[in-house]
């Protein structure tokens, strides 16, 4: 048997830097292919439709329940509008306006009906309805509970 005698300063071949620039040239057209095909985000200039009438009547009221506690804080759909001590009750008179606004846009009679709880002043009932009619809202309504 013959024996192989094997030189190890005679087979290093060292660091190959070809096969390295190969790779990266097929990572980096890989990369410029994938970047054509990613779909870009635009803005979409549109105009939402605002304040659109419609040709006639939808066939449903829209009624607004404004409650009264008997501590006097006012309350639109089960949502805060004012509190005791706020007469002039700016919130629930400027959401009033826009449900005004919207039935008139969608012709439909703007309801609204108050609640208030049998404790509580019958001059805050008087401040809700001046915040109705300063608004232009006429189709008010009360929905009284008795007492136990």
Not at 124 to 137: K, N
């Amino acid at each position: 048997m013959k024996r192989i005698i094997i030189d190890p300063n005679e087979g290093t071949v060292g660091f190959q830097i070809a096969p390295m620039i190969d790779v990266v040239f097929v990572i980096m057209l890989f990369f410029m292919v994938m970047a054509g095909a990613v779909k870009v985000e635009r803005e979409l200039n549109c105009q939402l439709p605002g304040q659109i009438e419609t040709a006639k009547e939808v066939p449903f009221a829209d009624e607004q329940v404004v409650q009264i506690t008997a501590t006097g804080e006012v309350l639109l759909n089960e949502e805060p509008m004012g509190t005791a001590g706020d007469k002039a009750l700016g919130n629930l008179r400027a959401v009033l306006m826009r449900v005004k606004a919207n039935c008139e846009a969608a012709k439909t009679p703007a309801v609204v009906v108050i609640a208030s709880e049998p404790k509580a002043k019958h001059g805050r009932t008087m401040d809700v309805l001046d915040a109705c009619s300063e608004v232009g809202i006429t189709n008010v309504s009360f929905n009284v509970t008795e007492e136990p």
